[in-house]
């Protein structure tokens, strides 16, 4: 049955029984504190507020298009091994050819011959290779973070780069982040969880799964870190989206518009009356604010998944 099929029946259940020792949950476990050192990197921070200079996107699009370019091809090497096989949704999924797209719009017709692959990302990608070819049972670690990260936060990261570059509300330069086959995120995020926790997995190597999911975030992390590094010397206006950092509040990070945001999702009321202030006083904050909610939202619901 199709993923469609299958997700038609799910509309209406939004429950889902979840037990710790079920693939998706010690996944979920035992990546938390890689999953946080990416999430709270200076780079990713800075995509989240909207301070992203257009040549780091570009690099950090030509990152992921090797990188999805070698797990689509061990992906397709592996579709039928029983360790895969059941995860296998490419029409869904797969995100090299939105890149292709997004690499055209941002470096224009003559793309291929502008990117190249950095040396962080190059470890990456030998990772993806050695795995594919060598050890396959470990490919849905690298699967399950990919995308499920992606299908996660993506809209917002989308919305985040439209208005910071000034990118065309059509699609154009964000392809990536729209997942045309899928209309519902969550009801596919669930369907997906089931795929993994159908697979034959022993405790040894759940084990193995989650080291591999570890070293995922952690090339993951060192391609934010080499972007970092790249942008001190990119000189580049950067579109300031309109909040404060915590280092102009005077050292008191409550007058932060983001932290009264993560405070109001958590429902101290304190903080609400904070963000109705801020709404008052800043021009852009209505549109922000709520990218900002959304996006705390979004990062606490890939703890649930």
Not at 114 to 137: F, K, L
Request: charged residues 30%; glycine residues 6%.
């Amino acid at each position: 049955m199709a993923a469609d099929e299958i997700l038609k029946h799910d509309d209406d259940d939004n429950s889902e029984f979840l037990r710790p020792d079920d693939l998706s949950e010690y996944l979920t476990e035992g990546t938390k504190e890689a999953h946080d050192r990416a999430e709270n990197s200076p780079f990713a921070k800075d995509f989240l507020r909207g301070r992203i200079k257009r040549e780091l996107f570009k690099l950090g699009t030509a990152a992921l298009f090797y990188v999805y370019s070698a797990l689509e091809e061990e992906i397709e090497r592996n579709k039928d091994h029983p360790m895969f096989a059941p995860v296998y949704f490419p029409s869904e999924l797969h995100r090299r050819e939105a890149l292709a797209k997004d690499l055209e719009y941002l470096y224009g017709s003559d793309w291929k011959n502008q990117i190249s692959c950095s040396a962080a990302t190059r470890s990456y990608v030998e990772r993806i290779y050695h795995v594919g070819q060598h050890e396959p049972d470990l490919l849905v670690a690298h699967s399950w973070t990919r995308y499920m990260g992606d299908l996660s936060g993506g809209q917002i990261l989308k919305k985040v780069a439209q208005r910071a570059l000034k990118l065309p509300p059509t699609g154009e330069g964000v392809h990536f982040y729209h997942f045309e086959a899928i209309h519902k995120h969550a009801a596919f995020k669930r369907f997906y969880r089931s795929r993994m926790n159908e697979l034959e997995v022993d405790t040894e190597m759940k084990e193995r799964l989650v080291a591999e999911a570890n070293l995922a975030f952690k090339f993951n992390l060192e391609v934010f870190e080499e972007l970092q590094e790249i942008g001190k010397g990119v000189k580049e206006e950067v579109q300031d989206v309109g909040f404060p950092a915590h280092g102009d509040m005077g050292g008191d990070i409550s007058k932060c518009p983001y932290y009264a945001a993560k405070m109001a999702v958590s429902g101290n009321m304190m903080y609400v009356r904070q963000l109705a202030r801020t709404l008052l006083s800043h021009t852009t904050a209505q549109v922000l604010l709520a990218t900002w909610i959304a996006a705390v939202t979004g990062l606490a619901a890939w703890y649930l998944m």
